[in-house]
């Protein structure tokens, strides 16, 4: 077991030393990619502090706590965005393209091999930058950093960051059999926007929708409030975990089980 995950890791670092090395031949277009987004982000920031104002409460939260958990959000997306590239992909540039037949001629796990070909590493510079926000809301609004709500924060961005990304392998998986150019799980970058606001600021379908269906609420919403004390339990903590663990393991199992019904385009 602990030379196949050092087989992993060094595989895993010889891409981001691949990607590294591109991202330096073509610099103009990680600084144009890393603007659009950071532009976007500010736009969206600049929408909250027009809209809510400093002194008004909505629904139990102040204006730094909505930045604060926008902010806090946007690392977890971040991180989503930099290994979900090839799951987007998938249908479109490697089904119907027969790319696929490349990645199953190696001697590695073929679900791997997607997300390293795939990393967006222009999105670290959001990533930074979505940091240093969290942080600055984070002292506005006295978030007290002891040991036990730093290690909150880091185990929620792992967890949210593994809903996500096990969603979207369970709905990519079906690519295999759906003949479709577009990825299944699109519509999960469209309804993103959704974990950046707290869940009490939508109706009650929404709600029920991105608890118990789409399970975004797990993602930042459940574990911010709990941080700033909004009567949330910690047992949030447990099934949040929990999903995190089931959605990531069968989007695995699923993933492996239709690839066996891959046909190469040669074939068909």
């Known amino acids: 077991m602990d030379s196949e995950i050092r087989y992993y890791t060094t595989i895993f670092m010889e891409y981001i030393k691949i990607k590294f090395r591109k991202l330096k031949r073509a610099k103009n277009m990680v600084y144009i990619s890393s ?25 139990g939260w102040s204006q730094y706590e909505l930045l604060f958990l926008f902010s806090y959000t946007s690392i977890i997306l ?38 390293f070909e795939n990393i967006s590493l222009y999105r670290l510079i959001p990533l930074i930058f979505n940091i240093a926000l969290t942080i600055i809301f984070g002292i506005m609004i006295h978030v007290k950093l002891n040991i036990l709500s730093l290690f909150l924060m880091f ?17 990519t998986s079906f690519s295999f059999v759906m003949k479709t ?29 991105l608890t118990y269906f789409i399970p975004y609420a797990y993602i930042s919403y459940l574990p911010i409030s709990f941080i700033l004390n909004k009567n ?28 066996e019904k891959y046909r190469s385009v040669g074939s068909n």
């Open 35 to 59: 603007l659009q987004t950071l532009v976007f982000q500010l736009m969206n920031l600049i929408l909250i502090f027009t809209v809510y104002k400093n002194d008004i409460i909505i629904n």
């Open 78 to 115: 971040d991180i989503y965005y930099i290994f979900s590239g090839g799951l987007f992909t998938l249908p479109y540039m490697y089904i119907h393209r027969g790319k696929f037949d490349k990645l199953l001629a190696y001697p590695f796990n073929t679900l791997s091999l997607l997300i």
């Open 155 to 171: 185990w929620n961005i792992i967890t949210g960051f593994l809903i996500l990304f096990g969603l979207t392998i369970i709905l």
């Open 181 to 209: 150019r577009q990825s299944p799980a699109s519509f999960l970058t469209l309804i993103t926007g959704f974990a950046k606001y707290p869940l009490s600021f939508f109706d009650k379908f929404i709600q029920i929708l």
């Open 232 to 259: 949330v339990k910690i047992n949030y903590l447990c099934i949040s975990t929990l999903l995190a663990i089931i959605l990531f393991l069968t989007g695995i199992i699923l993933f492996q089980i239709f690839t």
